[in-house]
């Protein structure tokens, strides 16, 4: 069975970090690209960042430029997501993805909440 599991949301004050994981199973993930996503209340999704399968490319939008960084461990079948200086603009729902085309799978989203 195909699993994508995020972990690591929560509730941070402005200028917090939080680090989102994202640990996979039931398929070959050092074989594809994966992706983080997010989507605030009332409003569609955002792409966030992404990086290749070997882990040596990565990318931003440029709502995060600067303040987010996404990193994989193939060994540990996971993809991370170091989110630092938050704004209360990151508020929302961030899913990972995986894709090996024509192949996507879709994790269950961890809550962020950037408040004072």
């Known amino acids: 069975e195909v699993q994508l599991v995020e972990s690591g949301g929560g509730m941070v004050q402005p200028g917090g970090s939080l680090r989102l994981s994202c640990a996979a199973s039931?398929?070959?993930?050092?074989?594809?690209?994966m992706s983080w996503v997010r989507q605030a209340p009332g409003k569609g999704p955002e792409w966030v960042s992404a990086i290749n399968s070997g882990g040596g490319s990565t990318y931003y939008a440029d709502s995060v430029k600067g303040r987010f960084t996404v990193s994989r461990d193939n060994a540990k079948k996971t993809v991370y997501l170091q989110m630092n200086s938050l704004k209360p603009e990151d508020t929302a729902v961030y899913y990972c993805?995986?894709?090996?085309?024509?192949?996507?799978?879709w994790g269950q989203g961890t809550q962020v909440t950037v408040s004072s």
């Open positions: 993805y995986a894709r090996s085309d024509p192949l996507t799978y």
């Open positions: 039931g398929f070959t993930f050092s074989s594809y690209d």
